[in-house]
């Protein structure tokens, strides 16, 4: 049984920072990428960012949060963890994490995260 739980979010003013934290349990192939994603309220969720579990830990980042936001991973504790600094009230929503491995089929989400950022 893979779990994921996050923490991390929060009220704050526009221009302040948050940290999230996701922590996956459970029997995850280890070649897999991780990643956030958000829910707007009254849109689609949509990706913020990625990262791969090669050496390199390769990034990708949705065009919005680029300069902002920094994704991270831990590979020993099986955790991915997403600074967000500047933050604009329009990146209110639900943070999901996400794990995902094409090689085996896995992926799992969280059961989020509220962000709210106020003007």
């Known amino acids: 049984q893979v779990q994921l739980v996050e923490s991390g979010g929060g009220l704050v003013q526009a221009g302040e920072s948050l940290r999230l934290s996701c922590a996956a349990s459970g029997n995850i192939f280890r070649l897999n990428t991780m990643g956030w994603y958000r829910q707007p309220p009254g849109k689609q969720r949509e990706l913020v960012a990625t990262i791969s579990s090669n050496g390199g830990g390769s990034t990708n980042y949705a065009d919005s949060v680029k300069g902002r936001f920094t994704i991270s991973r831990d590979n020993a504790k099986n955790a991915v963890y997403l600074q967000m600094n500047s933050l604009k009230p329009e990146d209110t929503g639900v943070y999901y994490c996400?794990?995902?491995?094409?090689?085996?089929?896995?992926?799992?989400w969280g059961q989020g995260t509220q962000v709210t950022v106020s003007s």
């Open positions: 996400n794990v995902d491995s094409p090689y085996t089929g896995q992926n799992y």
